[in-house]
Every structure is written in structure tokens, then in C-alpha cells.
């Protein structure tokens, strides 16, 4: 028994118990005022099943797919309903091997694996495959744990498009790691894109173009939504080997320099693709994961055309404008739902506005502590004061709301704060927030219907992320944001 | 009353602390989703807890090194396994965050001395062109975890060199020491002497007994040891041989204070001395020694076993143990397994008995392969058995039981390859369309060692080299092997 309290350390722990308090209060506070605007609720899993969901599709007649990191693929009815007691499962294969990527057309049920892209087809109606087949198999294997594949649904041509870890996401000694695969229905595997570190997921926009969400490591001083171009290079040099096996990519870039800055390698590699959006670590979640759009034109709230991306450790879902500005797609990023259960993977959205999420904590902490979940949000029908777009200007940026803005607060440059910053392009694993910039809001001009704003920014750094905060912003009705922090990374400055 | 305007204050000061650097909100900000808000650990054991482990004890560069550089593989942190990958933080955080992070961890529980950022810088400077991740092993060969005092009061060793051919215990009494240390940590340790050759030690102390009743103590040794209590020998590892040997011998003790000697001699290679005792007063098992007793029994069961249920096949597919990266593991009700790897489009693993233990892919992060449950696998191809054919496989057919029929093209056949179990092995049919008559080789096995086994064909005889030749016509053919693993 210690008879001696040490007295000294208990300041330190005070500090350490209210920060916790703190922190705890805060993501309490969110959660409560998400449920104003999002109805979120855990569906049962299946009994006595180590559930771990990696892919999530949807099946006609409200059923939806789940394949979990163990291979197991189950469906599932009443999802969609009211009762949410009355969700049934049915197993329908166990073969697949950690499967992040599934969606269903035709009658089959697609899987990108780590090892294949394939389908299973269940001819006479029993819930069963009897036909599984490989598709294309084309990257390499060590057998190492990190060779995660992440694939999409198919394109209007009917492309699937798979991103691949490096191996140990660390190199590339088995083909095509760190690279993305251009999958046709016929099977024919194309190299698309090279850059690849370690990707959490892969989709589309709204208007189809392609992005994957890359963690923080080497070559990635951040974790960030990459734009995968045909022919383009999204940034980790590692899996450039392979250039010598893709003659339809052209000639080998030049590797970047390292500890340089990638608005400078830019200038230097051609190929090279600057990440849409930087999601500055450890403040907008830490290791993001599935990319998909709001397509359900207002059934989710007033965020349509918008990306979703799931975020793993902090067991959140982001919101990311994107627009393109010189050739380039940019935009910014939002905390928007948050409390999940577990780390998020898998996400997808009906047309009617519900929103899939499956998550899984094995082998990387979230903040959700439960080992899995699987969930649905829906919206309530009651619009957040959010800003809902934050476009780039020549001399600044321009923000629209979600409902009108109060003119006096909005018009207040003492609403808003702003700062930039970027991260060093390196070898070394991740970095810190370099180059700080203080950005001088130096006018706000609201528009008469009180729904958008432009603010002159001064100066505007190229390459960096610029963090807005609106903590003053009041709407009509005196609403504070829900969210008030935007990060918006300006690859490009517009042309007056 | 409205508490929230309060509360938001708190976070605002907190919010300026994180500017400031403040160690508690760093730490919630990059540690805490996976080590846990109080440092108690990550859910599902997603990360070891930092409170109160002692890792995070003693000398601070342990946990220097492993922020700024990472930590890759098998560490045991607060008695449990883990196999995991710390992401190196040094390229992220500064030297002075990097401080104030370790000095609030070490006031979870672990003595709450400070680490400076002048530590921190020093560490970084030291190992500026390191780049790999640290392992366990090679962190605590330099930075040993701070040992808590044993229970060995009063402890002195003595050192005795011996002749160089000294392979049996002696009479320490007769002989004078050459050397004699107190060892105030309490415990039984080679310190100073695990290197060496040749020499015996002779550990005396006293331990305390709290309550009448049966104690039970351990011994294990490189090479031989024995235990006395108030002299009387309760336990002894005779002969030479290494650790792994452990003994326990029984004494019934009484309250108060009783004499301990070990007496230890070791005659060349390696060396080691643990011991422990139990019994009433002690919770568990305690250790007198600063190497812990390991059990005999191993291994640790860790095991998520598959197997079919009812009339159906399992289906396994991961990284397995020897055959290649893409391949379908089947297990059949009645003992029948095996494996098909759709690299080379060959059945490569056979076996009966227990499927698959699927714990090393699917615990924590999946770093090991999965291997089959049977000490008799039959590994029976390596690389194809169409040899010098081009191959491609298409996929896999499945009947009500979940069994496969798979199919591949070989030049430009189509075959259909069913495997059937029976109670003596496999019938394996391989149903070629051809476009025309010609001929295909077949190695239904090709590797060298597959002894016990037995191979037949109806209507075929086996080639000099193993091969078959099988003669094919316009239409269907269909081959029968049967593999006999009884």
C-alpha cells in the first residue's frame, strides 16, 4: 500500500482528468447536437458473429450485402426499416479473403478482395453462390498484412477501379503496389494512376471523377483525398518502379525531392497530382477511409452533389467540397457526423437517403470502442446551420450557408479567423504543419439574400491549407455553426 | 443554473493549452484513439496501455525512441502479447511536444518523473539517420524496463570460479569465494556473469512468510541449481542443459522469517537461473528471480478453428502456409481438406483431420500465416501440373454442399477439375473439352516428398517421371485420379 500520495503529480492529473472531461464533454456535445439533424442507430448483427465489416453493397429490394475483414459475406433484410429489431441476416458465403469493395449488378454480387476483383452469382435462388469467379488478378502478393485492395463500383463503362497498398506500406516488392488498376468488365487490367502509400478507400464524385483517401505516412505529411487522374502520379514515389511494366503510362517521373514542398515538386513533375484535400492530422481525424457522394439530390440533407468520407480512429464521417479551379479539383473539408461506434471502413447511400456505415477497430484504434458496428443515419428533415460550399477567389473565398446568414455577424471580420500552413514532402513518415502563415481577413461582403458570403483573404498562400474559422457566423435565427472550422487546400489560386 | 457557458470556458482554456503544447491535449489529440483517453489501452487491444506499464518507466529514451522512430512487431506490455505497429511520430511532432507528450504519460501511473525536450533532441541528433522501426527486443537490450524490488530481503551473492571440468553440483561451504555482492534489488540475477563460463554463485537471503501453509517453488536453470529453504532442499534442476527444465518442490513454511540459498554452476554456453514461489499470503505467482519462469507447456492457444458444419463444406481463403498467395482452402465433413492454389491452377495441399486455424490472420492485424491443423499434410504440387502449358484459371462451381468444381483453361482446353472426398481420400475428376483429338501431360503430383500416399488412375499407367500422358478427343474427356491419404 503507498502511504504517500504524491502530492506533487496532483496537479498533472487534474489537468489530465479535465482535459479528458473536457475532450469527452465536447464530443458529447456534438453528438447531442448531430441528433437534431441526424437520426443515428446501430442495426443488430448477426448472433455470435464476428461481424467486422469491410464492404457494404446494395441489393435490390432494400437488401444490402456486408462482406466482413473475415471473409464472410451476409445479407441482409429490413435494414431499411422502422423496427429495426425485425433485421434479419442470411449467410451467403464465407470464402472471400477481406473483401473492401462490393456492389452488386445483374444479379452478381462484385468483390474486389485482396486478391482479385470477382463475382458471385447465385443461379437458382438459394442464397448461395454457385459461381465464383475471378475476374482479374492482376497486383502482386507477399502475404503480407498490409496488401489491402480497395476497389469501386464500375464506371458508365462498366471499369472497376482498384487502389493498392504498398506492402508493410512501406514498399513496393510485389507488382503494382501502390498503384491504381484500371479493371475492365472483361477482365483486362489496365495501370491507371501511380502514388499509392496506403489507401482507406476509393469512389467517385458526383460528377464521376475518381479519388481514393490516402493515410498519413511517407511521402504524405497528411492523411488527404487524392484525385486519381489516367496517366497521373498522386504523390508516394515508392511504387514507380513499375513505370517499366506500364508502357501505357509513358516514361517514368522524376522521383520528388525530398523534404521539399508539393506545390514545388509540382513545377519539377508534370505527372504529379496535388491531394484535392489535406485533412490536417489528428484535427480533422487521422486515418480516412471510404469515399462516396451524396447523389440522393436533397435526401440527406441540404449537402447534395457533396463527397462523404469515412474516417477510421476517430470513428467520424467528413464532408469535402470540391471544385476546380485552373485544372486542378480542390476544395475543403468539415467534421460532419461523428459518435460512431467503432472505426469507420465501409459507407454506402441508398437513393433514399440512408446511410450505410460498417465499422471495424481489429489491429487500429478508434475512438468507437465497441471491435464493430453496423449502422444507418438518416436525416431528420431539419436543416444545420452549416456552411455549406467554401470556393476559392482570386483574392479570397467566397462561402455559401445552408440557410441566410445574420448580415451584422456575418458582416463582422471579427467573426472570422484564418491561418495556412502546409506539410514538408518527405521520405520520413507523416509531418508536421510547416510554413504557418497569418491570413488578414480584410473584408466580408453578404450578399443581399443573406445566403453567401465573400471574404478578401490576405494574403492567399498556394499550397496551402487554409484554415477558416466562423465561430461568429449567426444565422437569421441566431443559430451559431454547427461546424465552424473549414480546411480548404488552395492548389490553385484562380485567375482574376 | 446554465453550466455551459462554464464548461465552454474550460474547453477555450484547454484549446489555449493546445497551442501551447500542453502535454495532456497533445496526447489526447495523437495518442488516446489508440492508446486510450487515461492511457488504459485501445478497445479490442487495438494498443497496449501506457499507465502504469513499465515501459514507460526508467530510463526515458525507450519511449524517446520508440515515438520518434516507430515500434514494429512483438512486445509484451502488462503480462499480454501484442504484435503491432507503432507509427513513427518524429517526423510529426517536435521535440518539445514530444516531451510534454511522455511527461503527462508518465504521470499515468508511472512515477511522473519529466522528460525534457533536451532528451528528446538529444535522442533525435543520436539516431538523425534512422529510419527502420524498433523492435521489442533490441529497444529493451538497451533500455532494460525498470525491475520493481523482489522479495528477497537482504540478499548477497557470491561468486565462486571452477575448474574447467566441474559438470556436478559441489559443496559451496568447502570452498572460498572469489567475490560477494549485496544485491539490493531483491532478486536472483546473473548480472555481470551471463557471458561467462565455468563459475558457480551461491544466492542467500530471507523471505518473509505471512501465513502458515504449503508454498510451492520453481526452478529453472542453464545449467544446474537448487533451491534450500532454512537449509533444507526443496527443489533442484540436475544436470547439465538449458532453461525450459523447470522443477517445483513443495515446503511447509511458518510465519516469519526463513532462510533462502540458491546454489547455481554453470559449465559452458549459455546461462539463465529463474525462480518463483506460490502458496498462501502471495497472489499467483511470485518471482525471486529477475528472469521469470517460463511454463513447459507451450504453446499458447490462440486458435480460431474453422470447420465444416452439417453437410457443407468450409471455405477458407488467406495467406497460408506453404502454397502460393491466391489460393481456395476447402474443408469437407468427414476430415477431408485441402488446398488449391488458382496461381498454377493446381491441388497443392491435402490432408485429413482439422481444417484451419485462422487465429494468426485474424487477431489484431494479421500478421502471420494461416496453417493447417495436421502434422500429415501432403504437399503435392510445386508449380503446375501442365507442364510448359499456358493456364488460366476462371473460377469456381458450387453445388448445394458448397463443394467446388473449378474451372480453368489450359492452351486452349477447358477443364473441369472435381475433387470428391471419400473415406480413403479424394477421387479427383478432370472433365477436358478439346477442339480437337491431341494429347495433354498431367502431373497430378510433382513433388518429390509425398510418402504414404497413394496415387491411381483407372485406364492410365503413371510415366517413368510421374507424369500422365491423357489422350484427349473432339468433345468431352474425363480422367479420375484417386489420392489414397489413409
Given amino acids: 500500500m503507498n502511504r504517500f500520495f504524491p502530492i506533487f503529480l496532483f496537479p498533472v492529473l487534474l489537468l489530465g482528468a479535465v482535459t479528458a472531461w473536457a475532450n469527452k464533454f465536447n464530443n458529447e456535445a456534438l453528438d447531442q447536437e448531430m441528433s437534431r439533424y441526424y437520426l443515428r442507430e446501430e442495426i443488430p448483427m448477426p448472433k455470435d458473429v464476428v461481424f467486422e465489416p469491410g464492404s457494404i453493397a446494395l441489393l435490390p429490394e432494400q437488401r444490402i450485402a456486408v462482406g466482413t475483414r473475415r471473409g464472410e459475406v451476409w445479407i441482409c433484410e429490413g435494414a431499411y426499416g422502422d423496427d429495426l429489431s425485425k433485421v434479419s441476416w442470411t449467410p451467403y458465403f464465407e470464402g472471400l479473403h477481406e473483401p473492401l469493395g462490393m456492389y452488386w449488378q445483374d444479379g452478381a454480387l462484385y468483390y474486389t478482395d485482396r486478391e482479385q476483383v470477382g463475382r458471385m452469382v447465385d443461379r437458382n435462388g438459394d442464397d448461395r453462390p454457385d459461381w465464383v469467379e475471378t475476374i482479374s488478378a492482376p497486383w502482386g502478393l507477399t502475404g503480407n498484412y498490409h496488401e489491402y485492395a480497395f476497389g469501386t463500383t464500375p464506371d458508365p463503362q462498366g471499369n472497376v477501379f482498384v487502389t493498392l497498398c504498398l506492402t508493410g506500406s512501406f514498399n513496393a516488392q510485389a507488382q503494382w503496389r501502390g498503384w491504381v488498376m484500371k479493371i475492365a468488365a472483361d477482365g483486362t487490367a489496365t495501370p491507371y494512376a501511380s502514388g499509392v502509400r496506403s489507401p482507406g478507400g476509393i469512389g467517385y464524385d458526383a460528377e464521376g471523377n475518381l479519388y481514393y483517401t490516402d493515410n498519413q505516412g511517407v511521402w504524405n505529411g497528411t492523411s488527404c483525398l487524392k484525385h486519381v487522374v489516367e496517366k497521373k502520379f498522386t504523390g508516394c514515389p515508392i511504387g514507380n518502379v513499375y513505370y517499366k511494366d506500364a508502357p501505357n503510362m509513358g516514361p517514368q517521373p522524376p522521383d520528388p525531392i525530398n523534404q521539399s514542398r508539393i506545390v514545388k515538386e509540382r513545377e519539377r513533375i508534370p505527372e504529379l497530382v496535388p491531394p484535392a484535400v489535406q485533412f490536417p492530422h489528428g484535427v480533422v481525424g487521422q486515418s480516412p477511409t471510404a469515399v462516396i457522394p451524396d447523389h440522393t439530390a436533397g435526401k440527406f440533407g441540404p449537402f447534395a452533389g457533396q463527397l462523404l468520407v469515412g474516417e477510421q480512429t476517430h470513428s467520424e464521417v467528413q464532408r469535402v467540397f470540391l471544385e476546380t479551379v485552373n485544372g486542378v479539383r480542390q476544395g475543403a473539408v468539415w467534421e460532419f457526423l461523428s459518435g460512431f461506434e467503432a472505426g469507420i471502413v465501409p459507407m454506402r447511400l441508398s437513393d433514399g437517403g440512408t446511410l450505410f456505415i460498417g465499422g471495424t477497430t481489429r489491429g487500429w484504434g478508434s475512438r468507437g470502442n465497441k471491435p464493430f458496428t453496423f449502422e444507418r443515419v438518416r436525416w431528420k428533415n431539419v436543416v444545420p446551420f452549416e456552411t455549406k460550399t467554401m470556393e476559392a477567389l482570386p483574392d479570397g473565398f467566397r462561402l455559401t450557408f445552408t440557410e441566410p446568414v445574420d448580415p451584422v455577424t456575418a458582416g463582422d471580420l471579427a467573426s472570422y479567423q484564418a491561418k495556412a500552413w502546409t506539410y514538408i514532402y518527405q521520405k520520413k513518415y507523416g509531418s508536421p504543419m510547416v510554413d504557418h502563415v497569418d491570413a488578414n481577413i480584410t473584408s466580408a461582403r453578404v450578399a443581399p439574400d443573406g445566403l453567401s458570403v465573400e471574404l478578401t483573404v490576405s494574403p492567399l498562400t498556394k499550397g496551402h491549407v487554409h484554415h477558416l474559422q466562423s465561430a461568429g457566423v449567426k444565422s437569421k435565427s441566431g443559430q451559431p455553426l454547427w461546424h465552424p472550422d473549414a480546411y480548404y487546400t488552395l492548389n490553385e489560386i484562380p485567375n482574376p | 443554473m446554465n453550466l455551459i457557458p462554464l464548461l465552454f470556458s474550460a474547453l477555450a482554456l484547454f484549446t489555449l493549452t493546445a497551442n501551447g503544447q500542453g502535454g495532456p491535449v497533445l496526447y489526447q489529440t495523437y495518442c488516446s484513439a489508440c492508446h486510450g483517453t487515461q492511457g488504459q489501452g485501445g478497445a479490442e487491444g487495438a494498443a497496449p496501455p501506457l499507465a502504469k506499464s513499465l515501459w514507460a518507466q526508467g530510463d526515458p529514451d525507450r ?298 490472420r485474424w487477431k489484431n492485424r494479421g500478421t502471420v500465416r494461416s496453417f493447417p491443423l495436421s502434422a500429415q499434410v501432403y504437399h503435392l504440387q510445386k508449380g503446375s501440373p501442365f507442364p510448359g502449358q499456358a493456364f488460366s484459371f476462371k473460377g469456381m462451381e458450387l453445388d448445394e454442399r458448397s463443394y467446388p468444381t473449378f474451372h480453368y483453361h489450359v492452351g486452349n482446353l477447358t477443364v473441369r477439375d472435381r475433387p470428391e472426398p471419400n473415406d480413403k481420400g479424394i477421387v479427383r475428376t478432370l472433365s477436358i473439352e478439346s477442339e480437337g483429338a491431341s494429347e495433354l501431360v498431367f502431373a497430378p503430383i510433382n513433388s518429390q516428398s509425398v510418402r504414404g500416399l497413394n496415387l491411381a488412375s483407372r485406364g492410365l499407367t503413371a510415366r517413368q517421371d510421374g507424369t500422365f500422358l491423357l489422350p484427349l478427343d473432339k468433345g468431352d474427356n474425363s480422367f479420375t485420379f484417386h489420392y489414397g491419404i489413409q
Fill in chain 2, 63 to 360: 519511449m524517446i525512441k520508440v515515438v520518434l522512430h516507430g515500434l514494429m512487431g512483438e512486445i509484451e506490455v502488462l503480462g499480454k502479447e501484442y504484435n503491432l505497429v507503432m507509427p513513427p511520430q518524429g517526423a510529426v511532432l517536435n521535440d518539445g511536444q514530444i516531451a510534454a507528450i511522455l511527461t503527462h504519460v508518465r504521470s499515468l501511473g508511472n512515477g511522473g518523473e519529466k522528460v525534457s525536450t533536451d532528451r528528446v533532441a538529444a535522442v533525435r541528433a543520436k539516431y538523425e539517420e534512422r529510419e527502420a522501426y524498433w523492435k521489442g527486443d533490441e529497444l529493451l537490450k538497451d533500455h532494460p524496463l525498470p525491475s520493481p524490488p523482489g522479495p528477497l530481503k537482504n540478499l548477497v551473492r557470491k561468486f565462486y570460479a571452477l575448474p574447467k571440468d566441474q559438470r556436478s553440483m559441489l559443496d559451496y561451504a568447502k570452498l572460498e569465494a572469489n567475490a560477494s555482492s549485496r544485491q539490493p534489488n531483491g532478486l536472483i540475477n546473473l548480472e555481470g556473469y551471463s557471458e561467462k563460463d565455468h563459475f558457480g554463485l551461491v544466492w542467500e537471503g530471507e523471505l518473509n512468510v505471512r501465513r502458515e501453509g504449503q508454498f510451492s517453488f520453481t526452478l529453472d536453470s542453464d545449467d544446474l541449481s537448487a533451491l534450500y529453504i532454512d537449509d533444507k532442499k526443496v527443489v533442484e534442476v540436475s544436470g547439465l542443459g538449458g532453461m525450459g527444465r523447470a522443477k517445483t518442490g513443495k515446503a511447509t513454511l511458518h510465519p516469519g522469517v526463513v532462510k533462502v540459498r540458491v546454489e547455481y554452476l554453470e559449465f559452458t554456453g549459455f546461462t539463465g537461473i529463474a525462480a518463483s514461489w506460490s502458496g498462501s499470503g502471495i497472489r499467483g505467482t511470485q518471482s525471486l528471480s529477475s528472469t521469470k519462469v517460463v511454463s513447459n507447456q507451450k504453446p499458447k492457444i490462440n486458435l480460431i478453428e474453422l470447420k465444416p458444419e452439417g453437410n457443407r463444406a468450409v471455405h477458407y481463403r488467406n495467406f497460408i502456409a506453404g502454397t502460393g498467395n491466391r489460393s481456395f482452402s476447402v474443408g469437407y465433413p468427414g476430415g477431408v481438406n485441402l488446398v488449391f492454389n488458382q496461381e498454377n491452377c493446381g491441388l497443392e495441399l491435402l490432408w485429413h483431420g482439422r481444417f484451419f486455424d485462422a487465429g494468426p
